[in-house]
């Protein structure tokens, strides 16, 4: 069993839906939780930062932790065909070290 | 802010020969850089970590007679595979973490080097 488990889709969704995006982890000593986005043949980019449990909201965009289920998501609101992309979440044990990525969620969203 | 930049963005060569491929960090200063390995459709591998002034810290089955990272000063990092072959093709990916000590720091990464060993 991987240490951090995404589903890799692809999603296929239509434009301005919500889109949900999951990750479960079995190592309960993960504190810092990250999403990034890849687009293809792109270096992964920062989308939403979290420390520990509770939810952050950047624009479109929210991170829910919730420690307790070893659950993660990410939540897109109004999605356009620009958040057509790979999402890759990550987690590590203490700030800025060693990061445990997911497998990627693929995401397409239609016009 | 926070900008990483990897050179050369890909490079085809022929099979024994090395690469070089740079990691800098153009705004920050970073102890600490990583280097992965991305292969089509999958998720990054963590290879190594680079610490400036000091060796690198490999991960479990990586050689590091094989890819031989620098971390020579605070905004630059070499990763060098050196006697390439066709199964090191692969995207090569870096991240800078940076060093303000505030919550909320984590690793920002670099565009990618393409790596296509014939």
């Known amino acids: 069993q991987k240490e951090v488990e995404q589903d890799p889709g692809p999603l296929s969704v239509p434009e301005g839906a919500i889109v949900s995006l999951n990750c479960t982890y079995s190592?309960?000593?993960?504190?810092?939780f990250m999403w990034y986005r890849q687009y293809s043949r792109k270096g992964p980019e920062l989308l939403m930062y979290?420390?520990?449990?509770g939810n952050k909201e950047d624009g479109r965009f929210t991170a829910q932790v919730d420690k307790s289920s070893k659950y993660i998501s990410l939540f897109i609101r109004d999605s356009q065909p620009s958040d057509s992309a790979t999402y890759l979440c990550?987690?590590?044990?203490?700030?800025?070290?060693?990061?445990?990525f997911g497998g990627g969620t693929r995401l397409m969203v239609k016009p | 802010g926070a900008v990483v930049s990897q050179h050369p963005s890909w490079v085809i060569c022929k099979s024994g020969t090395s690469v070089k491929i740079e990691c800098r960090s153009l705004?920050?200063?970073?102890?600490?850089m990583f280097w992965y390995r991305q292969f089509p459709k999958q998720s990054l591998m963590l290879m190594a970590t680079?610490?400036?002034?000091?060796?690198?810290?490999?991960e479990q089955g990586v050689e590091k007679d094989k890819f031989l990272i620098n971390h020579a000063s605070l905004t630059l990092s070499t990763l060098t595979v050196t006697s390439a072959h066709p199964e090191d093709s692969s995207f090569y990916i870096c991240?800078?973490?940076?060093?303000?000590?505030?919550?909320?720091?984590?690793?920002?990464f670099g565009p990618g080097t393409r790596l296509l060993v014939l």
């Open positions: 979290t420390y520990s449990s």
């Open positions: 991240s800078a973490r940076i060093d303000s000590g505030r919550a909320g720091d984590t690793q920002y």
């Open positions: 190592n309960s000593a993960f504190q810092y």
């Open positions: 680079s610490n400036e002034g000091s060796k690198a810290t490999y």
């Open positions: 705004d920050f200063q970073a102890t600490t």
């Open positions: 990550a987690m590590s044990q203490s700030r800025g070290n060693m990061l445990t």
